[in-house]
């Protein structure tokens, strides 16, 4: 078993920046595929980005791609998204998954593990 612990998240106005983590524990997750989604109110949850168990192939949804930057750690089990340029759009809670793979997913269904989420909100 996974357990994932999303941190980071916070208000911030728009331009700005946060750095989200995702910390794993028990068996370990470390060379997991790993990605975020995120959700807003009234909507469902949707893909930013994902990585693969070794960190050398990412994959962002189109409306964050080239904003936001998702990395991993193995030795500390952690991964990182670090969203800049933030815009009251990307307000929601985000969570972080694993799969159990070592190759990157973008299909919600292929993640087995998820995390509680974090809260970030952008004002205009």
């Known amino acids: 078993q996974v357990q994932l612990v999303e941190s980071g998240g916070g208000l911030v106005q728009a331009g700005g920046s946060l750095r989200l983590s995702c910390a794993a524990s028990g068996r370990t997750a470390s060379g997991y595929g790993t990605g975020w989604f995120r959700q807003a109110p009234g909507k469902g949850r949707e893909f930013v980005a994902a990585?693969?168990?070794?960190?050398?192939?990412?994959y962002y949804a189109d409306s964050v791609k080239g904003r936001f930057t998702i990395s991993r750690d193995n030795a500390k089990n952690t991964v990182y998204l670090q969203m800049n340029s933030l815009k009251p759009e990307d307000t929601a809670v985000y969570y972080c998954?694993?799969?159990?793979?070592?190759?990157?997913?973008?299909?919600?269904?292929?993640?087995?593990?998820w995390g509680q989420g974090t809260q970030v909100t952008v004002s205009s």
């Open positions: 990585i693969s168990g070794s960190g050398g192939n990412t």
């Open positions: 998954a694993a799969t159990t793979r070592t190759f990157l997913q973008v299909v919600i269904t292929q993640y087995t593990y």
